[in-house]
């Protein structure tokens, strides 16, 4: 069983201001509560105890706020804003990996930015075999309605023209991954993921599902008001 995850909580959120002037990214309010809360909240009602979180813009506000909470898991934080530059996905992990904050095996992979109903028990029970990646898709909202890969049989691909665009679905930001995918990043080093990814799609060790649960990209204003009334609404209904 996988125990452990990773949180993607260090970019600056520009398409949000003014409110990520002031506010990091993940601690913008969904239904009264941060949105970084949500997915601790998630992740240990299915199971996961470790949770590692990189911090980077307002770093010092985030770490504060979650410090404030007894969340009831081991919390580690990995401090990207004390660096000169923030490492992006891939460095960011492979920093994470050097500092002992997460173990050398699968972990969880949640982007901070993202709110679901998706269910992560599902992927705890994951195993990703030969597999370097597993990848949670989702249908193509308005705002990416090409999507991003290729999913067929199981199996994720890089998209391209010869396929049915009918497979060609968007990456939801939750994934389980090997830390062998970033084992050629050099630690401290600014590295983003989608390279490594698609060097592991062509040797055809990326799985994925598609997933039928709620989701939204939290990436402007619009589409934070419209999730903070769904999940007010659903509080409201519950009473």
């Known amino acids: 069983m996988i125990t452990q995850a990773m949180i993607l909580a260090a970019g600056k959120g520009t398409r949000m201001r003014p409110l990520t002037l002031t506010t990091p990214k993940p601690l913008v309010p969904v239904a009264d509560k941060p949105l970084i809360f949500w997915h601790i909240e998630r992740l240990k009602a299915a199971g996961i105890t470790d949770i590692t979180i990189n911090a980077g ?25 004390v660096l000169p530059e ?31 109903e998706y269910d992560f028990g599902r992927l705890a029970h994951l195993t990703l075999g030969d597999n370097l990646a597993h990848l949670v898709l989702t249908k193509n909202p308005e705002h990416n309605l090409a999507g991003d890969f290729h999913l067929t049989a199981g199996r994720v691909s890089e998209k391209d023209d010869s396929q049915s665009t009918e497979n060609h679905h968007t990456f939801a930001g939750i994934s389980v991954l090997n830390p062998k995918i970033v084992a050629d990043v050099a630690a401290g080093k600014i590295a983003p993921l989608a390279p490594f990814l698609k060097a592991a799609m062509a040797d055809g060790r990326v799985a994925g599902e598609l997933m039928s649960d709620l989701w939204v990209d939290v990436g402007t204003l619009e589409r934070l008001a419209w999730v903070d009334n769904y999940a007010k609404s659903l509080a409201d209904k519950r009473g």
């Open 57 to 81: 813009y307002l770093g010092k506000v985030l770490i504060d706020a979650l410090a404030a909470q007894d969340f009831g898991v081991n919390l580690r934080i990995s401090d990207e804003s």
């Open 86 to 116: 923030p490492l992006e996905t891939a460095g960011g992990i492979r920093h994470a990996l050097a500092q002992g904050l997460l173990a050398d095996a699968p972990f969880i992979l949640v982007n901070g930015d993202v709110w679901s």
